[in-house]
């Protein structure tokens, strides 16, 4: 079971607008910075957010994050096939000392 | 551009030990820190570790702290993950990533390698 809990799914037609949720604690978001993970069908994970809602280079605008207490979010706008994937937010939990995903949340696109 | 490249999938029994490894290249390797990543066959990510290639500090994380050993060769710029005995659970992809540090914590892992896929069976 993980620390941080997402939803297992969510889903939008092209163009839509899909949020996905992130609930933690004290010890992690409630502490620390957020970040947020792509890892697209057979690949690598891609880091999509870092500092609970900096993107780096190369990542469109349609992706955006935010964080209040001890849960985070993120969106993405203008929903686009490509972005099928899993999602996965994670955070440094200070009372495990242990960097902790969150269970993963499959996007799809109808 | 900087990018982490991985050794090929590995077939193991139970009990046996393995290496695989994790080069860099295109940037200082020692300059930032290298976490592996569990991936279980249809499951989330996981970190199992971090080490500090200048100086081979590591941190574990408590799941697979004394079941895995992460170190480093800063000479060739790789690192490695290695079990002493295999078991049939450690069945998974496995990444190594790039990766930055705030407040000596684990932050972001913006660069990762392809994965190493590592099958136990008998």
């Known amino acids: 079971q993980s620390v941080l809990t997402q939803p297992p799914s969510a889903s939008g037609t092209p163009g839509q607008r899909v949020n996905i949720s992130c609930s933690g604690s004290?010890?992690?978001?409630?502490?620390?910075?957020v970040y947020w993970y792509q890892q697209l069908p057979g690949t690598a994970p891609k880091n999509l957010i870092y500092r609970n809602n900096l993107r780096p280079s190369g990542v469109p605008d349609r992706f955006s994050a935010s964080k209040s207490g001890t849960s985070a979010s993120l969106a993405i706008s203008g929903l686009r096939s490509e972005d099928e994937a899993d999602y996965y937010c994670a955070a440094w939990d200070d009372s495990l000392s242990d960097y902790v995903f969150g269970s993963g949340t499959k996007v799809t696109v109808l | 551009e900087v990018e982490v490249v991985q050794s090929g999938a590995e077939v193991k029994k139970p009990g046996e030990s393995l290496r695989i490894s994790c080069k860099g290249s295109g940037d200082s390797f020692t300059s930032y820190w290298i976490s592996w990543v569990r991936q279980m066959p249809g499951k989330g990510l996981e970190w199992m570790g971090r080490i500090d290639p200048s100086d081979s500090y590591t941190n574990y994380s408590p799941s697979f702290q004394g079941h895995v050993t992460i170190s480093a060769d800063k000479s060739i710029n790789t690192a490695y993950l290695q079990w002493s005995s295999l078991k049939a659970s450690d069945t998974a992809i496995y990444y190594c990533?790039?990766?930055?540090?705030?407040?000596?914590?684990?932050?972001?892992?913006?660069?990762w390698g392809q994965g190493t896929t590592v099958t136990v069976s008998s």
């Open positions: 990533a790039r990766t930055y540090y705030d407040i000596l914590t684990v932050a972001a892992m913006d660069v």
């Open positions: 004290s010890s992690n978001i409630g502490k620390t910075y």
